[in-house]
């Protein structure tokens, strides 16, 4: 009997490419977004996915979807928190409403829809929850301080969890992609600017420009989907999985933090 995935964030990028790969290997896939309607996606060309509206700042539309979810499938076995975006800029620039969103989409959201999985988890006594953090949750960039501040407790989050659902047969996996050419540098990044702010401008510049750059070395979010899908259907009890920039994570563990930190901001 095929397994089933439910996947947050699916109308583009990362979200998009695992729900085609799940489906092209014979899984259910139910690809949740924010305006099914709307978006159109090369999803809607493939009758077999579930396109299903989930808003992971609105707690209602995930019991509507979790349900709507157990309707069709009765069972889910997967879930790939995906959604979220980028908030970039100097701190002192952000609003609290800025910083509200950034954690509220990026990580209460999603705790908010693991919370409400995980009694479904447990009875079947088998489930994997798949978490899409980043490179930007063991290491940083300037003017992510935000951003890194989600997937930093992100890591955390479920590096704690994994210990307790494990009993039940709940596996949790970290993926954690470097740079992938989709949406998030794009339409779903957030600047943080303050027009009176100009002290900050020349360093903004510069580091946007660096960073723009090593965007354009990235990889297709089809490679972070192959990952998704190999953490899903491993009986591993793995629990991170990078995608790409293996480079930067093999010299984080091994360089003392002021010498990493140094060549960070010089290649910035
Ligand atoms: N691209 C990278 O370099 C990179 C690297 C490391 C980690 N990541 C992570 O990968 C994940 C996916 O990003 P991506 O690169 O695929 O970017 P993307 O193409 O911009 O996709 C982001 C997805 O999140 C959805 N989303 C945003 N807010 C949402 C909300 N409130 N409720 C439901 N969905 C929401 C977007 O939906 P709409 O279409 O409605 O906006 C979109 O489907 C993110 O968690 C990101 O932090 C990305």
């Known amino acids: 009997m095929p397994q089933t995935v439910l996947i947050t964030g699916s109308s583009s990028g990362i979200g998009e490419a695992t729900a085609l790969l799940f489906h092209q290997r ?58 979220g975006y980028g908030l970039v800029g100097p701190f002192e620039a952000s609003t609290p409403e800025q910083i509200r969103r950034q954690f509220d989409t990026n990580l209460f959201g999603l705790m908010e829809l693991t919370r409400r ?33 989600t997937k930093w407790a992100l890591e955390g ?26 949406d998030f540098y794009d339409r779903s990044m957030e600047i943080m600017r303050n027009d009176e702010l100009t002290i900050y401008d020349e360093f903004v510049t510069r580091r946007m420009k660096n960073m723009t750059r090593s965007v354009t070395l990235g990889l297709q979010p089809r490679a972070v989907a192959k990952t998704i899908v190999r953490a899903a259907s491993t009986r591993s009890w793995k629990l991170r999985y990078p995608v790409g ?19 960070i901001r010089l290649a910035t």
């Open 157 to 182: 989050f479920s590096e704690s969890l994994q210990h307790e659902l494990r009993p039940f047969g709940i596996r949790v996996k970290i993926i954690e992609p470097g740079p992938i050419k989709t």
């Open 26 to 83: 014979g899984w259910n896939v139910i690809a949740t977004m924010r305006n099914p309607g709307e978006r159109k996606t090369r999803l809607h060309e493939i009758d077999a996915i579930e396109k299903i509206h989930l808003d992971v700042l609105d707690t209602a539309s995930m019991d509507a979807a979790l349900e709507q979810a157990l309707a069709k499938f009765s069972r889910i076995d997967v879930l790939v928190n995906n959604a």
């Open 245 to 263: 920039s293996m480079g930067m994570l093999v010299m984080r563990r091994l360089l003392p933090d002021r010498l990493f930190n140094g060549i």
């Open 117 to 149: 999985i995980l009694p479904h988890f447990r009875e079947n006594r088998h489930g994997t929850l798949i978490n899409v953090a980043s490179i930007g949750g063991r290491l940083t960039f300037p003017l992510y301080s935000l951003y890194h501040g």
